[in-house]
């Protein structure tokens, strides 16, 4: 089954577009790597 460009460069998109993403849990003890004051804000 032979890809086209344009289905390539769609299937690429959507790949890249995850790493542009601010995912967002509702996990109480989530914290973005690399961001140590977020432990205690909101408090």
């Known amino acids: ?7 390539a460069l769609v299937l690429v998109l ?14 109480g003890d989530y914290r973005p790597l690399g961001d140590p004051r977020s432990i205690g804000r909101g408090q």
């Open 14 to 27: 959507f790949l890249l577009s995850g790493c542009n993403t601010n995912h967002v849990f509702d996990d």
């Open 1 to 7: 089954m032979p890809v086209s460009q344009w289905q």
